[in-house]
């Protein structure tokens, strides 16, 4: 049975427009010492107006499709964790099949907010693991840079847009994803929201279509939660911390990513950080921390990595994956 999902490809896609902290400066009342000090953010990167997640998703496909040795007839399936999608039907996973030629692909969207590439990875997995499918691409591509209000300080220095993407390929034995663990807590909407097109009865402004988040709260819920999956999921591999070689969370401020380390007991050099360069990019910062931290060489064949994340929902997400193609 071929249950390993390993991961043989992987690739991002960054917009050349750099926005720096003090550019911000201009556009809403805050200062690059507050941003730099309380998230660890100096700059993200913005789309331009003629680009959408579809298209950044495309260009992270391809390089990964080209890592893996891949031609994008091969895959089984597409699946692009998004909340940003330029339309909400066709999903923007069926606008990356088409555009990168998967012609013999099943796709779809996936919404777990920022926890969404974990989610899409588990999905993927899962589609291997039964053996329906052996060669599928997940992909996180985000454009928050057209969710925010830019004129709300709380938010619009979070965030960055970009694109990631790997490659899953079915094996009979490690490497691959050994372990998972997904949870989500709906009871708390308010804290972290962003209404749907349809809108919500029950919002004062019903038409509300930029985020609005609870920061604190969100802070405390992300160092706790993300802290108890990491444990929780390498139990499930059989590991413990100091197996890893790396920790890979979801990049959204640097206070939160340190704080746990602290709680996992890991020295900051074996946690992988690249939130001052992009912001918080939801779904695509996981991968797009994946293929730096191969790009830097900083991953060797057989060592174990854990992937974390949290976000909307409340939802949460943790991997460990065993690095290497087999
Ligand atoms: N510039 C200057 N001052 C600011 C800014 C800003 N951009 N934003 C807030 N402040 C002010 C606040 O108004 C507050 O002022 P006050 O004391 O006069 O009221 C002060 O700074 C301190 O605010 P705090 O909320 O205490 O700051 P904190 O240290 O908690 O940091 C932050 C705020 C960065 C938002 C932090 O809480 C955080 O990172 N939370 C998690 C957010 C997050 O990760 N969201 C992920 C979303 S994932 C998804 O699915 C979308």
Known sequence: MLKYARLTGWGKYLPENVVTNKDLEEKVNTLD???QTRTGIKERRLAADDEAASGMAVKAAQDALRVAGLRSEQLDLVIVA???????FPSCASLVQHAIGAKNAAAFDLNAACTGFVYAAATASQFIGTG??????VVGSEVYSRILDWSDRDTCVLFGDGAGAVVLEAGSKPPGFLSFVLGSNGARPELLNLLGLCGNPNDPDKNRHYITMNGSEIYKFAVRTMAKASKQVLSKAGLTIDDLKLVIPHQANKRIIQAVAKSLGVQNDKVFMNVEKYGNTSAASVPIALCEAAEEGRLDANDYVALVGFGAGLSWGAAVLQWGSG
Do not use: A, D, R, S
């Open 33 to 35: 010492t507050w941003i």
């Open 82 to 88: 998004t909340v940003t999608p330029e339309m909400i």
């Open 132 to 137: 329906m499918y052996k060669k599928i691409l």
